[in-house]
C-alpha cells in the first residue's frame, strides 16, 4: 500500500503457458502489465467452470477480463471444438502487482492471450509485448499511451509489440530511436494476433490438449 | 484513460451474426454504437441459457437490455416456435467501447435486433443504422438527438436509419442536407424493425438454425 | 439523457394481454403509467416460475410489484383453481418509459390486472384506467393526486377510472369539467377490480387457458 512501485521492469524470463506480456500507461509512463492465469482446480469431468479475477482490477478492466473469457471461449468452441477445456476449467486471473489499481480496457487482447495461452497449454515468446481493447466479438480497438507503452516494452525486453492498427498512426509519428529493435505489428482482429503469438499451432494436438 | 475518444466512425464493414448498429448521443455529439452479441458456450442440450452484459453500462441500458433479451426470447417463441436457440444460449452482450459509461433506453431496438441476429443466424446489412426504446411487448418509444444521431449514421456509412414513429416530426424538420442519401424508417412496434432488419427471411430455416 | 417527456398520451391502441392502464402522479402533474407483462419462455410442464421487474422502479414499487404477484398467484389458485400458468410462468413485468424512475405503492391494482391478464390471457379494454396501492389479501388502499392522474387519464383516451373507495371524498370534490366523460369507480377490494376489468369472463374457458 502506498503509491505503486514498478521494480521489476520483466518479471519473467520464460513464461509458463498462461502468463502474457500487456503494457499499462500510468502518469507515471508506461509499465510492462502482465496477466497471469492459472487453473484452481484440476480438471475433471465434473468441475464446474468460472472465471475469478485479482490484482485491483477496478470495473472497466474487470469487464475487459468478461469479455476476454467470454471470447476466448467461444474461439475455443469454434476452431477446436474438440478441445473441452473451458467447459470444466476453474481460472484464476491475476494481475501483479496487487497493489496496484488497475483500468482500462487496454489490457482486453492480452487477458485473451493468457487465457488462450492456457486452454491450448501453449507457451508465449516473452518477447511479444502486446495491447489492445477487445470487443466481444474480437474485433480490436484504439488504445492511448502507444509512446509510452513502447518505451516500456523495450525496458521490459519485447521484440515485439503488437498494437491496434488503429493507433498505426501514432505509431508511424514515433521517433525511430524509441522503436529501435521493437517489429511493431498492427491488428484489427484478434485473429491476427492470435496468428503472431501462435504461430504454427498444430489444432490437431491442441484439439486434444485437455 | 483520459476522455472517451470516437475515432471509429465505423467499427464494422462486414458484421458476423449479432453486431447491430445503433446510435448514441452524447454531450458531444452523436456517435455510432454497437451492440454485438455472441455465444459463450457451444450450444448443446443441456446448456444453460442466461445472458451477461458488458460495456459500462449504467442501469437504465442494463435494464434496456434485459427487456430486449425478454422480448427477443418471447417473439422466437411465438413465431418461430422450433428454434430452440434462447433455451439452451449462454449470450454475452457487449457495447464497446468499454470505457465509455453508456446510459439511457434508446438502444433497445438496436440489443433486441443483435439478440435476434444471433439466435436466426442472420447477418445485419451493416449500412442501417437505428435508434429506439423498446417496451418489453414490442412497443417502440420516443428517443432524444436524432438530428445528431443522424449525422453520426451518415458519418458511419448507414444509408437507413430507423427511428420511433413518434419522432417522425423531428425527422421531418430535419434539414435537407443531414439526411441526403439516408432513408428515413419511423416504427411503432419491433415488427417493423425486424421485417426491416430480416427481409425475405425463411421461416422454416429460421426455426431449424438450432 | 434530459429530462423524462411523456410525449405520447396513451402508449396503446389496442393492447395484448397483460398490459394495463396505471395512472401516475409526478411533480410534473398526472401520467399514464402502462405496466406490461410478458411470459419470458414458452410455457412447459418444466418451466420454472419467477418475476422480473424493470422500468427504473424504486423499493416501494419493486415490493408493490412482488404484493401483486403474490396476490394474484394466490387469486388463481382459488378461483380458478385448474389454471397452472403461474406454476410454469417466467414472467417480466415492464413500466415503460425505462429512463423515467418511479416509485410508490399506487400502481398496486394495476401490476395485478396486468398479471391476471396475462394469466387469464384476456386484453383489457384500453380505455380502463386505473390507481390504488393494494393489500396481499386484496384490500385496496387511499392513494395521493387523484385530481392530476383524473386529468391525465382523460389525456390519454380513458373512458373509466378505478380508484380507492378511500378516495371517494377526493373524486365528489373534482370539478366537473374534469370527470367530464369519465365514469369513476371507486373499490375497496381487488375483486371489484376484477369484475370491472374481466366482465363476463367464462370460468369453465380460463381454467382450462394453460
Do not use: Q
Not at 491450448?120 to 511479444?128: A, K
Amino acid at each position: 500500500v502506498g503509491p505503486p512501485i514498478f521494480t521489476a521492469d520483466r518479471l519473467y524470463d520464460t513464461t509458463p503457458p498462461g502468463v502474457a506480456m500487456g503494457l499499462a500507461w500510468t502518469s507515471m509512463g508506461g509499465a510492462a502489465l502482465y496477466i497471469e492465469s492459472i487453473l484452481e482446480n484440476a480438471l475433471s469431468s465434473n468441475s464446474h467452470p468460472g472465471l475469478e479475477r485479482t490484482g485491483s482490477l477496478k470495473s472497466v478492466m474487470k469487464e475487459s477480463a468478461s469479455v476476454a473469457y467470454s471470447f476466448s471461449k467461444g474461439l475455443i468452441a469454434r476452431d477446436f471444438p474438440k478441445n473441452r477445456f473451458f467447459e470444466h476449467a476453474k481460472i484464476h486471473l491475476h494481475c501483479p502487482e496487487g497493489a496496484t489499481p488497475k483500468d482500462g480496457p487496454s489490457a482486453g487482447i492480452t487477458m485473451a492471450t493468457s487465457l488462450l495461452s492456457l486452454a491450448l497449454n501453449r507457451r508465449l515468446d516473452p518477447t511479444i509485448a502486446m495491447t489492445g481493447e477487445l470487443t466481444v466479438t474480437g474485433k480490436v480497438l484504439r488504445i492511448g499511451g502507444l509512446r509510452e507503452k513502447t518505451v516500456a516494452a523495450r525496458r521490459a525486453g519485447a521484440k515485439m509489440v503488437i498494437f491496434p492498427a488503429d493507433n498505426l498512426s501514432d505509431w508511424l509519428e514515433l521517433p525511430e530511436n524509441i522503436k529501435e529493435g521493437i517489429e511493431g505489428k498492427p491488428v484489427s482482429w484478434y485473429h491476427e494476433v492470435f496468428d503472431l503469438v501462435f504461430p504454427n499451432i498444430d489444432r490437431e494436438a491442441s484439439n486434444k490438449v485437455w
